[in-house]
């Protein structure tokens, strides 16, 4: 089975920090991707890569980056963290070229600004 | 503007009985539907699926619509069992969304089965 593992289930930050959401897949997944999910919105996507070093912007990217020097590794960075980042954000992999776009999810990490 | 939509943001239905959930869509590019399970505290965890030369999609107590002229889906569980009660998302995706097949997903709907 596919394992998403991400660094934190709760997280706790103040207006202004840095915030470093890691995510981890085992399966040698080409694509990654993080979303984040706010009642009554569904999930919405952030940043997605389809490769080491590359990214693509989302629906909802400002305020935030990625970084992907590994297959592996996805992290999400907030560079200013700010109340309305408080979300619970998924991080999710999927195989490459066309295939079937099945997305594995990781178990989210609450993140809270205060 | 909302290309997946999911009107109900709830559901109750009683142990036994058939859950029927909706899902809307706009984007008529859109050509791979997929159904998610979302329980409280975890991620959501693939249900189901669907490609547009299909009309139907069955795996055990779950079966899955498609009517393309009217872009609607709809997912059916029967019977329901109180461990279906989660959020259920729709979502869709084209085959133009590039190599990462990106999903485009709607808000959810929250069913509960009731013992």
């Known amino acids: 089975d596919v394992k998403v593992t991400q660094s934190s289930r709760y997280l706790v930050k103040r207006t202004g920090e840095k915030v470093f959401l890691e995510c981890v897949q085992d399966?040698?997944?080409?694509?990654m991707f993080w979303y984040r999910q706010d009642p009554g919105l569904g999930l919405r996507l952030i940043y997605f890569?389809?490769?080491?070093?590359?990214?693509e912007k989302g629906d909802i990217p400002e305020g935030y980056s990625v970084s992907r020097e590994k297959k592996e590794r996805f992290s999400l960075i907030l560079e200013s963290a700010s109340t309305n980042q408080t979300s619970m954000y998924l991080c999710?992999?999927?195989?490459?070229?066309?295939?079937?776009?099945?997305?594995?999810f990781g178990p989210g990490t609450r993140l809270t600004v205060l | 503007d909302q290309q997946v939509k999911q009107n109900s943001p709830s559901l109750s239905v009683q142990e036994g009985r058939i859950s029927i959930l909706n899902c809307d869509y706009t984007?008529?590019?859109?050509?791979?539907f997929l159904w998610y399970k979302k329980y409280p505290a975890e991620g959501p965890t693939f249900l189901i699926s669907?490609?547009?030369?299909?009309d139907k999609n069955e795996d055990g107590r779950f079966t899955v619509f498609l009517n393309k002229s009217a872009k609607h889906l709809s997912l059916h569980i029967v019977p329901s069992q109180p461990g279906d009660s989660a959020v259920y998302f729709c979502?869709?995706?084209?085959?133009?969304?590039?190599?990462?097949?990106?999903?485009?997903f709607g808000s959810g709907t929250q069913l509960t089965v009731l013992p």
């Open positions: 999710a992999s999927s195989l490459g070229g066309g295939g079937a776009g099945r997305q594995f």
């Open positions: 669907i490609s547009s030369i299909k």
């Open positions: 979502a869709a995706m084209s085959g133009s969304s590039g190599s990462a097949r990106q999903l485009t």
């Open positions: 399966m040698d997944h080409e694509n």
């Open positions: 890569s389809y490769d080491v070093k590359m990214k």
């Open positions: 984007n008529s590019m859109f050509d791979y």
